[in-house]
Nanobody
Framework: QVQLVESGGGLVQAGGSLRLSCAAS????????MGWFRQAPGKEREFVAA????????DYADSVKGRFAVSRDNAKNTMYLQMNSLKPEDTAAYYC???????????????WGRGTQVTVSS
C-alpha cells in the first residue's frame, strides 16, 4: 500500500508558474513509477506526465510538453510537477499516482492521491 498526498495547488494568472508536490508513504517509493493526471469539471481524467522509478525516463502529454517538468527525489519520497506558462485550460484538479511501470493510462495506476486544485485565471 502507498499513500499519496498532493500539495502546491492554487490560483495563478495565465503565464504564471506553480510547483506541485506529491509526498508518498508506505511501501518503497523508489520501486514505483509515478504519474500526474488532471481532471477538469465535466471531463475525464487525463494523463499529464510520468516518471520512471529512477527518474531517468519521463513522458508528457502533448498539451504540456515544453511547459511542464516532472521530477522526483527518492530520498524525500516526493515527486514534483513544475508548471510554467500556465494557461486557463490547465485549470483542473491534479492527481498523483503510482504504477508498476511507466504508464499513461488511468487503468495502469495502482494508487492515487486525493488531488490538489489548480486554477489559472485569464
Amino acid at each position: 500500500q502507498v499513500q499519496l498526498v498532493e500539495s502546491g495547488g492554487g490560483l495563478v494568472q495565465a503565464g504564471g508558474s506553480l510547483r506541485l508536490s506529491c509526498a508518498a508513504s508506505g511501501r518503497t517509493f523508489s520501486s514505483f513509477c509515478m504519474g500526474w493526471f488532471r481532471q477538469a469539471p465535466g471531463k475525464e481524467r487525463e494523463f499529464v506526465a510520468a516518471i520512471s522509478w529512477s527518474g531517468g525516463r519521463t513522458d508528457y502529454a502533448d498539451s504540456v510538453k515544453g511547459r511542464f517538468a516532472v521530477s522526483r527525489d527518492n530520498a524525500k519520497n516526493t515527486m514534483y510537477l513544475q508548471m510554467n506558462s500556465l494557461k486557463p485550460e490547465d485549470t483542473a484538479a491534479y492527481y498523483c499516482a503510482a504504477a508498476g511501470s511507466l504508464a499513461s493510462t488511468v487503468e495502469e495506476y495502482l494508487y492515487w492521491g486525493r488531488g490538489t486544485q489548480v486554477t489559472v485565471s485569464s
